[in-house]
């Protein structure tokens, strides 16, 4: 069975860099894409980028000239890094299972196993 | 940018109750759609993908059915376990992934 575990800061100041990151156990690590979505507190979700075993990155163009995400496949983990944070960063951010890595068809179903979440506040 | 719009924001049911939530999208997207349900302090669940597949593990009372640009998310009779917010999810437009708003299923 599959679970993510996710960590990092909760409290951030204006300007500074939020760090989360997110361990896979169980299943195959090179078989799937791994996203990072957020979600404001009292609203909805929104993507912020994924990542496959090789490294490869897409990123939600609204956000894409902050985010980095990485990978470490010696530890089955993978990063979220966003520079530059102001109080619209705050939310609870969650890592997420993405699209089937091998899946040839052109589709992209994902998301259907999800860390527990982070809750990350940018407050000076 | 493809807009997914669900309807309604909110919604009032009582147990047993038949319930349907839509979602439009501003241009056609096959069925690349899943539906998500998320309860007060936790990560969302996977309900449906493609549209209209149950994911393992989900009661059958969830199904979900369109192509195109309009989706809906039936609940056949509501549990009590069933109260929650409900999201869309659009994945033609990858690399880009974009949810609906959501509706907030409530107790009447």
């Known amino acids: 069975q599959v679970q993510l575990q996710q960590w990092g800061a909760g409290l951030l100041k204006p300007s500074e860099t939020l760090s989360l990151t997110c361990a896979v156990y169980g299943g195959s690590f090179s078989g799937y894409y791994w996203s990072w979505i957020r979600q404001p507190p009292g609203k909805g979700l929104e993507w912020i980028g994924e990542?496959?075993?090789?490294?490869?990155?897409n990123y939600n163009p609204s956000l894409k000239s902050r985010v980095t995400i990485s990978v470490d496949t010696s530890k089955n983990q993978f990063s979220l890094k966003l520079s530059s944070v102001t109080a619209a960063d705050t939310a609870v951010y969650y890592c997420?299972?993405?699209?089937?890595?091998?899946?040839?068809?052109?589709?992209?179903?994902?998301?259907?196993?999800w860390g527990q979440g982070t809750m990350v506040t940018v407050s000076s | 940018d493809i807009q997914m719009t669900q309807s309604p924001s909110s919604l009032s049911a009582s147990v047993g109750d038949r319930v349907t939530i839509t979602c439009r999208a501003s241009?056609?997207?096959?069925?690349?759609l899943g539906w998500y349900q998320q309860k007060p302090g936790k990560a969302p669940k996977r309900l449906i993908y493609?549209?209209?597949s149950l994911q393992s593990g989900v009661p059958s009372r969830f199904s979900g059915s369109g192509s195109g640009t309009e989706f809906t998310l039936t609940i056949s009779s509501l549990q009590p376990e069933d109260f929650a917010t409900y999201y869309c999810?659009?994945?033609?437009?990858?690399?880009?992934?974009?949810f609906g708003q959501g509706t907030k299923l409530e107790i009447k």
């Open positions: 493609a549209a209209s």
């Open positions: 997420a299972r993405g699209r089937d890595y091998y899946d040839s068809s052109g589709r992209y179903d994902a998301f259907d196993i």
């Open positions: 990542i496959n075993h090789s490294g490869s990155t």
């Open positions: 999810l659009q994945h033609n437009s990858y690399p880009l992934y974009t």
């Open positions: 241009q056609g997207i096959r069925n690349d």
